[in-house]
């Protein structure tokens, strides 16, 4: 998504295919989310309409406390007018900066020389706009650091390289991105037909203490609804391991490749199933000569002359098809198990 802003900003800025701006105080319609929130809620029902259709599922317990984004960015709990006492508080961005940076370069110390607002970790690596990850810098360190990492550029000095990262704090993206789709995702469960019984987080809290289970997300879920211990309400089991299911998408709608500006280099073929496979779709191929004889397994990117493109965790190889058996259809979603962390033998019966 913030590749395909760039394309469009430059594209503006560059008077090329020119698109006038649209106003940031256009309407949209209540339960509106943007793409990339947007997906995160059909994500949670789809897989929530699965497992009602192949299980008896009768009620859907979920935890409607939202995050302290800014209690975890201080990192302790905040109170009352705590709240409006920020880093920024009674100064602007580079005010502060100013201030914490004694009006010098971070990355060399020059002073008395044009600085810049820098992103320490860069925003084509995931780097946001949190005041913890700015820096000031001069326009020759700006220039020279570019998208590369801070320990990396500045690996020969690594004190000063240190107190850059010491300032730098944990993304709270999933945890704002949660607050913002919650209500939308409460609205999208109850079209399932199934009964939809919310719970604040202290429930969770209070229950997995009760029983003893350490802090995780899987067994988070096992505690969202109120367990009545006088009564003999206990959790008897946990699992020891976990199904996780990975959002892959079912391929792109462009049907052109674009070059580094963002304009289109080639056409793709409209057609999407070649030989009875989809790019996404997961097989084995058996191969029975050559450099990469044996068998492997891993997904396919087709091709239309046959001579498929197949994922290995050595690279990729190209593979006829026939020579590839199907494992699973690309349906968007890639599936995989993993050790639960929380779940210990002692803890297997209440």
Same mark, same amino acid.
């Given at each position: 998504?913030?590749?395909?802003?760039?394309?469009?900003?430059?594209?503006?800025?560059?008077?090329?295919?020119?698109?006038?701006?649209?106003?940031?105080?256009?309407?949209?319609?209540?339960?509106?989310?943007?793409?990339?929130?947007?997906?995160?809620?059909?994500?949670?029902?789809?897989?929530?309409?699965?497992?009602?259709?192949?299980?008896?599922?009768?009620?859907?317990?979920?935890?409607?406390?939202?995050?302290?984004?800014?209690?975890?960015?201080?990192?302790?709990?905040?109170?009352?007018?705590?709240?409006?006492?920020?880093?920024?508080?009674?100064?602007?961005?580079?005010?502060?900066?100013?201030?914490?940076?004694?009006?010098?370069?971070?990355?060399?110390?020059?002073?008395?020389?044009?600085?810049?607002?820098?992103?320490?970790?860069?925003?084509?690596?995931?780097?946001?706009?949190?005041?913890?990850?700015?820096?000031?810098?001069?326009?020759?360190?700006?220039?020279?650091?570019?998208?590369?990492?801070?320990?990396?550029?500045?690996?020969?000095?690594?004190?000063?390289?240190?107190?850059?990262?010491?300032?730098?704090?944990?993304?709270?993206?999933?945890?704002?991105?949660?607050?913002?789709?919650?209500?939308?995702?409460?609205?999208?469960?109850?079209?399932?037909?199934?009964?939809?019984?919310?719970?604040?987080?202290?429930?969770?809290?209070?229950?997995?203490?009760?029983?003893?289970?350490?802090?995780?997300?899987?067994?988070?879920?096992?505690?969202?609804?109120?367990?009545?211990?006088?009564?003999?309400?206990?959790?008897?089991?946990?699992?020891?391991?976990?199904?996780?299911?990975?959002?892959?998408?079912?391929?792109?709608?462009?049907?052109? *490749?674009?070059?580094?500006?963002?304009?289109?280099?080639?056409?793709?073929?409209?057609?999407?199933?070649?030989?009875?496979?989809?790019?996404?779709?997961?097989?084995?191929?058996?191969?029975?000569?050559?450099?990469?004889?044996?068998?492997? *397994?891993?997904?396919?990117?087709?091709?239309?002359?046959?001579?498929?493109?197949? *994922?290995?965790?050595?690279?990729?190889?190209?593979?006829?098809?026939?020579?590839?058996?199907?494992?699973?259809?690309?349906?968007?979603?890639?599936?995989?198990?993993?050790?639960?962390?929380?779940?210990?033998?002692?803890?297997?019966?209440?």
């Amino acid at each position: 998504m913030r590749q395909r802003a760039g394309y469009r900003r430059r594209r503006r800025s560059a008077n090329l295919r020119y698109r006038t701006r649209r106003s940031d105080n256009r309407a949209h319609p209540a339960d509106w989310h943007p793409p990339s929130l947007r997906h995160r809620v059909d994500t949670i029902t789809s897989i929530a309409s699965r497992f009602c259709r192949y299980a008896p599922v009768t009620e859907i317990h979920i935890e409607t406390t939202t995050f302290d984004t800014h209690s975890m960015s201080v990192g302790r709990q905040l109170y009352g007018s705590e709240y409006q006492q920020g880093a920024l508080a009674g100064m602007g961005t580079r005010g502060y900066l100013c201030t914490r940076w004694s009006r010098t370069c971070a990355y060399c110390g020059a002073a008395n020389v044009p600085l810049n607002i820098e992103h320490v970790r860069p925003r084509s690596h995931g780097g946001s706009a949190r005041i913890a990850n700015l820096v000031l810098a001069c326009a020759p360190c700006n220039q020279a650091k570019g998208s590369r990492a801070v320990t990396t550029f500045l690996s020969h000095a690594p004190e000063r390289s240190a107190e850059i990262v010491a300032q730098l704090k944990p993304s709270l993206r999933d945890a704002a991105a949660m607050n913002s789709i919650q209500p939308g995702l409460y609205r999208a469960l109850h079209r399932l037909a199934v009964p939809i019984r919310p719970w604040p987080s202290k429930v969770t809290s209070d229950n997995r203490r009760a029983v003893g289970l350490d802090k995780t997300h899987t067994l988070d879920a096992l505690a969202v609804e109120p367990l009545d211990q006088g009564r003999g309400d206990t959790i008897v089991r946990v699992p020891d391991r976990v199904l996780v299911i990975e959002a892959t998408g079912r391929g792109s709608y462009a049907r052109t *490749t674009p070059d580094r500006f963002g304009f289109p280099r080639l056409r793709r073929e409209r057609r999407k199933q070649h030989f009875g496979y989809v790019t996404g779709d997961l097989v084995r191929a058996e191969i029975p000569k050559g450099k990469w004889a044996g068998t492997w *397994t891993g997904r396919i990117s087709v091709r239309a002359r046959g001579q498929h493109s197949l *994922t290995t965790p050595g690279g990729r190889i190209n593979v006829s098809y026939l020579h590839v058996r199907l494992l699973q259809r690309a349906d968007g979603y890639a599936y995989s198990s993993r050790q639960e962390a929380g779940a210990s033998m002692s803890r297997k019966i209440g």
